[in-house]
C-alpha cells in the first residue's frame, strides 16, 4: 500500500535547528522524509555521525546519509515540500529557486520574513495572513516563513491581551541561550562568567517581525501594528530556551484576573487537528522564580508538542504597566517546530503547496 504523506525535504539537516526538524518530522502522520540535504563537509555522512542533540537521533533517519542536492534536483525527485534551515543569506536565492520550482517551503531563515508577498506565521497569533500565498502566480510554491526565535515567544504572550490593554508602547529585554546562536554555538571563553549585551540585528528584527505579526490582513496587504516594540538583547550561558522580561505601557486598566484569563483561555487552533500544535499554547506560572529555561522549555502537550508551548510568569500589574516574563524553547518554538506548524496549518486550511494545485 502506497505511503499517504506528503514527500518532503530537510535542507541544512546536519546543523542544529535541521536535526530539530528530523526529530520532528522522523515519524509526522501526515509528512514523509525523503532527503536530508547537506553541504560542505556534512555531505555523505549518516545523520547520527552529526547528531548533537541531547536525545538519541530518530531511529528511522539516524542512518540516512546527506546529499547535496540542488532546487531542480529537488523538484525533479517529486519532493513537494522543504523545511529549510539554511543560514541566513544562503537561504534567499536556494528557497526562491524552490518556490520558482512549484516546491512549498517553510523556512527558518530570515531572508523571506519581510517579503509583502510571504506569509511570516505564527499560527494561533496570524493565520489569517496566509492569504497572502494565494496572490502567487499559477505553479509558484508556497513559501512560509516562521518567525525570529525570540520573537515567537513575545508575540505569542502579546496576542491574547493587545485588544485589552492598547499598549502605548512595549519594551522587551531578552535573555537568549547559546543555541540561538547555531551549533557549535559561542564560544565558551567568550560566554563563560560573562553576559554578551549584543546580538546582531536581533533588536531590529523584534521591531520589525512583531510589528507585522501583530499587524491585520487587509486587501491583500499587511497593515502593521503601529505600537513600538522596543528590545534590548542579550547572550546568556544557559543552553536551550529564550528568556524575556516584557513591560506593557498600557492605556486601559483591566482587572488582573481578566488578563490571567485571557492567557489561560488562549488556544485559537483548538478547531483544528494539527499534529505539532500545544494545547495550551500558553502556560501560565504562579510560582514566584518562574519560568526557568532548565525547567519549562519543553513545555507543550501533547507529547509531539512538546517545547511548543511557552510559559508566562511574575506577572505584576501597576496600571499602565504589566510586567511579565516569557519563555520559550528557541529551537522547537522559535524554530523548527514553528515551521512544522505552519506547514500543518497549510494543510489543514486547503492552502495548495504548489500554486493552481488541487489541495490534498
Known sequence: MSDPRRPVAIVG???YIGQHFARLLADHPWFRVEQLVGGGRSVGLRLDELWALAEAPPPELAGR????????ALARA????????????SAKTFEAELVRRGVAV???AADHRLDPRAPLLIP??????????GRRPRGRGLLVTNANCSTTGVVVALAPVIARLRPRAVHVSTYQSLSGAGWPGVPSLAITDNVLPHIPAEEEKIARESARLLGRYDGGRIRPFRTPVVANCARVATREGHLAAVTVEASRSPPLDELTEA????DPLADLDLPTAPHPPIVVQTAPDRPQPLRDRWLGSPARARGMAIAIGRIRWTPP?????????NAVRGGAGGSV?????SVALGIPWRQGARSR
Open 263 to 266: 492567557w489561560s483561555a488562549f
Open 78 to 89: 517529486g519532493i513537494e515540500g522543504v523545511f529549510s534551515a539554511l543560514p541566513s543569506g
Open 321 to 329: 504597566y504589566l510586567r511579565f516574563f516569557t519563555l520559550s524553547h
Open 65 to 72: 546519509r546527506l546529499v547535496a542536492a540542488t532546487p531542480a
Open 341 to 345: 506548524l505552519n506547514a500543518e496549518l
Open 13 to 15: 539537516a546536519g546543523g
Open 106 to 108: 517553510f523556512s527558518n
Open 124 to 133: 494561533e497569533v496570524n493565520r489569517a495572513h496566509l492569504a497572502l500565498a
